[in-house]
Nanobody
Framework: VQLQAPGGGLVQAGGSLRLSCVAS????????MAWYRQAPGKQREWVSQ???????LYKNSVRGRFTIFRDNAKNTVFLQMNHLQPEDTAVYYC????????WGKGTLVTVSS
């Protein structure tokens, strides 16, 4: 089972990106899914999560700028990131909150000032 999270890239401060997370070989529709990120030289941190009935939680620093949503029919979780700031630069990962799968490679988001 692999979690794939394409959608990263380089963007200027104030810009937007949408990340997607697809699990190959696993059905995540019944699980709470989360986005995490790891900035250079820092530990991985939780960013946002969404449960199967679409209740979302956010890290304080991204609330109001990021939106997590899911399409259970497509087994995909998304992270819409608006008003990106240089401090959002990190490798972003997705995973189940409970019963996590193996971590994928993540996707690099670089925000230039």
């Amino acid at each position: 089972v692999q979690l794939q999270a394409p959608g990263g890239g380089l963007v200027q401060a104030g810009g937007s990106l949408r990340l997607s997370c697809v699990a190959s070989g696993a059905n995540n529709s019944d699980f709470t899914m989360a986005w995490y990120r790891q900035a250079p030289g820092k530990q991985r941190e939780w960013v946002s999560q969404i449960n199967p009935v679409h209740t979302a939680l956010y890290k304080n620093s991204v609330r109001g700028r990021f939106t997590i949503f899911r399409d259970n029919a497509k087994n995909t979780v998304f992270l819409q990131m608006n008003h990106l700031q240089p401090e959002d630069t990190a490798v972003y990962y997705c995973n189940r909150v409970y019963q996590p799968l193996s971590w994928g490679k993540g996707t690099l988001v670089t925000v230039s000032s």
